[in-house]
């Protein structure tokens, strides 16, 4: 197949990038770079079954020839990024999966949608199924993601059903694994670089709020079975095991044989107070469920974050 994938300089994008090459597909990597960086590709850069196109997906897209799957990754993603971009992230949901939509009608291609359990918001049913609403609040900081995610959905769904076009929806739980950018903002790079580095580790609220991390090997495996699924509405994709942020703290302490202690400050705004996926559905339709522990994980995330704070010193010794 040949396959476009939005975003697909970003850390989960570029790991799909990975896997759709390694299975003998052609891809094109899409991206504006705003949070995405071209280290996450760089190794793909000659090859004969890669290309990149540095472009803004929120203005209209022109691809020569055949396109067989859209995988639309592109997103500001941890809430750092879209509070930092906030029209961006409501505009990349709305005109950009507007024009992704438009090329998927065009080339009569597959449309994958990189949905995200934020659409739940701080949810009321735990744990979280796919036909659950969700408790959004749209005016608060984090309604710009929530928000854009939701109605990318919606218009989805609407050029499935109005346009025959052949649509998937993933909803991405907490994910984590090589590649995340150091000063990403969210909880795994936040206590790993923490960890590393000797500092304090900064738990948000009194700790007892809950996560599910899902090792990006997993998700990425994950997608590739939705996409070649007939399913059509939303499948939660991300590991159901449970961990309160106070005990995820010092697991990553004790993995990374850390001395930091760990420290509180005060709970985000709308910040959720739990987040499980029901992968009910997933496991049924596409045979799929997490295979890589949280130990295992984080131990293999760990030496990639060693290497980029390494080359981060490095680069200021040479500046200095």
């Not at 507007?98 to 049913?125: N, Q, R, W």
């Given at each position: 197949m040949r396959i476009l994938i939005t975003g697909g300089a970003g850390f989960i994008g570029s790991h799909l990038c990975d896997r759709f090459i390694s299975e003998g597909h052609e891809v094109?990597?899409?991206d504006n770079l705003i949070t995405g960086?071209?280290?996450?590709?760089?190794?793909?850069a000659g090859k004969s079954l890669f290309t990149f196109i540095q472009h803004d997906v929120t203005n209209y897209i022109f691809v020569a020839g055949k396109v067989d799957a859209i995988l639309h990754?592109?997103?500001?993603?941890?809430?750092?990024?879209?509070?930092?971009?906030?029209?961006?992230?409501?505009?990349?949901?709305?005109?950009g999966t507007?024009?992704?939509?438009?090329?998927?009608?065009?080339?009569?291609?597959?449309?994958?949608?990189?949905?995200?359990?934020?659409?739940?918001?701080?949810?009321?049913?735990h744990p979280q199924k796919e036909d659950y609403w969700g408790n959004v609040n749209p005016i608060?900081?984090?309604?710009?993601?929530?928000?854009?995610?939701?109605?990318?959905?919606?218009?989805?769904?609407?050029?499935?059903?109005?346009?025959?076009?052949?649509?998937?929806?993933?909803?991405?739980?907490?994910?984590?694994?090589?590649r995340m950018r150091l000063n990403d903002g969210r909880v795994v790079p936040n206590f790993i670089l923490q960890a590393l580095q000797g500092e304090d580790l900064t738990v948000f609220g009194d700790g007892s709020q809950t996560r599910s991390f899902c090792y990006i090997d997993?998700?990425?495996?994950?997608?590739?079975?939705?996409?070649?699924?007939?399913?059509?509405?939303?499948?939660?994709?991300?590991?159901?095991?449970?961990?309160?942020?106070?005990?995820?703290?010092?697991?990553?302490?004790?993995?990374?044989g850390s001395p930091s202690r760990v420290i509180h400050q005060p709970l985000p705004v709308?910040?959720?107070?739990?987040?499980?996926?029901?992968?009910?559905k997933a496991q049924k339709i596409l045979n799929w469920k997490p295979k890589v522990g949280l130990k295992e994980g984080i131990t293999k995330t760990i030496p990639y974050f060693r290497q980029k704070l390494s080359q981060r010193l490095a680069n200021t010794n040479q500046g200095t």
């Open positions: 094109l990597c899409l960086t071209t280290d996450n590709i760089s190794h793909l990754f592109a997103s500001p993603a941890s809430p750092m990024d879209y509070l930092n971009f906030p029209i961006q992230t409501l505009k990349v949901g709305s005109l507007h024009k992704a939509l438009g090329l998927a009608k065009e080339k009569k291609a597959c449309f994958l949608l990189a949905s995200t359990s934020e659409v739940y918001g701080d949810p009321l049913a608060g900081p984090r309604g710009v993601y929530d928000e854009a995610k939701r109605f990318a959905e919606a218009m989805t769904m609407a050029y499935h059903r109005y346009h025959k076009v052949d649509t998937r929806i993933a909803r991405i739980f907490n994910t984590y694994g090589p997993d998700l990425v495996d994950g997608i590739y079975r939705l996409l070649s699924s007939p399913e059509t509405e939303p499948v939660n994709l991300g590991n159901p095991d449970e961990f309160s942020i106070s005990d995820f703290a010092k697991k990553v302490l004790e993995i990374a709308d910040d959720p107070r739990v987040r499980r996926p029901d992968i009910t």
